[in-house]
């Protein structure tokens, strides 16, 4: 006689991601745990059971953003006679503890980014009203070793978490203390992560981390058993068969060392792109923000990576107004970037952030100055930006066809660059890596044609 197991019961999952893409592949690793309590995506909050908010506490506006959400979730959980359950994860979950809870009592729980794989466990508590609601604990390894090994993924590119937490300790970010200490997962676990996106059909893989180039671990025996680092890392995934892709986000200029660099230079899988935050061109704004490098090592760095290959795309992340910043200190960002010409970056106005060295500094910037330096920043960086995609025009780039576009017959693509391709072509090519010919650009896209697809319906 055999026992059937009964199905679980059928339930619906909405998550509202914010900030990084740290969260986004959180996000997809909490509806992963959840899947096995019959968890399914739902459309809308409004019909789900459970809402998760998967948080973001990079700048005020990002945690008020989410207190008002969950003032919209909770008319919604009134709505349904208190059934619906609602969890607040992420960054502000682990800055903010209880003091969630406190604000909104409709919160059910609360947990931080370590305490994700304990999810399907505390939502079954919650929905019994027993046990502890708050996890914020910092266990990181425990974290990735409790996820399953292998997961849904959604067409040809993935995100894959190798290192957690941050050591650096910027005057002005909350991520060492919400996402902990720096720590770097096993290669075999990685390895093994990466075989499994890459049986699933996964063409280009981005390793992520808050500091990913902080990463290091022992290597395989079978290699010698020596310490790597990011770019020994990067070339033993280049090995793995299907993945034809590396990408790394986000790193740090005092932990871009020479062997990531040569990576870039000799392994082909190493997408020219890099993402090297500078957040500053003054040395001594740099020196406040406890950076640990000056604009000159940085633009050091710079030369090196592209000496190794002298095509890459450049962004960065800038913020501006940060306390004590004077008129000549960001006209040395200024010169910073037109010195680098950037192919993207990201700007940002300072946000003081409570508990955070830089809240408390003498010379906070009015608002309306930032607002005109973020103004002259962004009119520079988009200006490098339409250049950067121009300058594509005419060229043929093999480009990896991620969905359709908006438009019938449209297909849409991420060029090496890590730049949007709109272009005519057959859905079959959809997760292929194709060779389309750049005929026009503007600020956000590249449009293309596949030579031979025009052809053939001309
Ligand atoms: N204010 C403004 N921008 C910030 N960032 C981090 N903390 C702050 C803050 N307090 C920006 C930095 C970082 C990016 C992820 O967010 O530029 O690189
Ligand atoms: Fe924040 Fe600085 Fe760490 Fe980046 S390196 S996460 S900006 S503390």
């Not at 250049?387 to 969905?403: D, E, M, R, W």
């Not at 890590?418 to 010919?437: C, N, P």
Request: hydrophobic share 40%; net charge negative.
């Amino acid at each position: 006689m055999t026992t059937e197991i009964p199905a679980p019961e059928k339930k619906r999952l909405y998550i509202k991601t914010y900030g990084c893409q740290m969260n986004v592949y959180d996000s997809e690793r909490m509806r992963d745990v959840l899947a096995p309590l019959g968890y399914a995506p739902s459309e809308t909050a409004e019909d789900a059971d459970l809402v998760v908010l998967n948080t973001c506490h990079i700048r005020e506006k990002a945690t008020e953003k989410v207190y008002s959400e969950l003032g919209k979730i909770k008319k919604m959980k009134e709505a349904t006679g208190g059934k619906m359950t609602i969890a607040v994860a992420g960054c502000v979950a682990q800055a903010e503890g209880a003091e969630i809870m406190r604000r909104q009592p409709a919160v059910d729980l609360v947990l931080g980014p370590q305490a994700y794989h304990k999810l399907p466990e505390m939502v079954a508590r919650a929905s019994r009203a027993v046990g502890d609601r708050l996890e914020t604990e910092f266990d990181t390894l425990e974290k990735f070793d409790a996820l399953p090994k292998t997961r849904e993924v959604d067409g040809p590119s993935a995100f894959l978490s190798v290192q957690e937490g941050c050591d650096k300790f910027c005057t002005f970010c909350v991520v060492p203390y919400t996402r902990g200490a720096e720590v770097s997962r096993t290669v075999d676990d990685i390895t093994l992560e990466a075989r499994a996106l890459a049986a699933q059909g996964v063409r280009e893989i981005t390793l992520l981390g808050q500091n990913v180039n902080a990463w290091h671990g022992a290597a395989p025996s079978l290699e010698g058993g020596a310490e790597w680092s990011l770019g020994a890392l990067c070339r033993h995934i280049a090995k793995i068969g299907g993945v034809e892709r590396i990408r790394y986000t986000t790193s740090h200029p005092r932990d871009m060392d020479e062997d990531l660099i040569a990576a870039h230079g000799d392994t082909p899988a190493m997408m020219p792109y890099l993402h090297l935050p500078v957040q500053s061109g003054s040395d001594a704004i740099l020196k406040a923000m406890n950076r640990g490098h000056t604009a000159e090592h940085y633009l050091k760095i710079i030369e090196q990576v592209r000496a190794a290959r002298p095509d890459i795309a450049l962004a960065s992340d800038f913020i501006v107004g940060f306390p004590g910043e004077r008129e000549q200190d960001f006209e040395d960002t200024m010169e910073l970037v037109r010195a680098v010409n950037y192919a993207s970056a990201y700007s940002f106005k300072y946000s003081p952030r409570p508990g955070t060295p830089a809240a408390d500094m003498f010379g906070q910037v009015p608002e309306d100055v930032k607002d005109e330096r973020l103004q002259r920043l962004q009119a520079l960086i988009r200006e490098q930006q339409t250049a950067f995609n121009a300058s594509k025009i005419g060229q043929t780039l093999p480009i990896l066809v991620t969905g359709k576009g908006r438009l019938d017959g449209q297909l849409h693509g991420r060029s090496p660059y890590l730049q949007a391709v709109h272009f005519d072509g057959a859905e079959s090519l959809m997760g292929q890596i194709v060779d389309v010919e750049i005929v026009g650009a503007s600020l956000n896209s590249l449009t293309g044609r596949l030579p031979a697809y025009a052809e053939a319906r001309a």
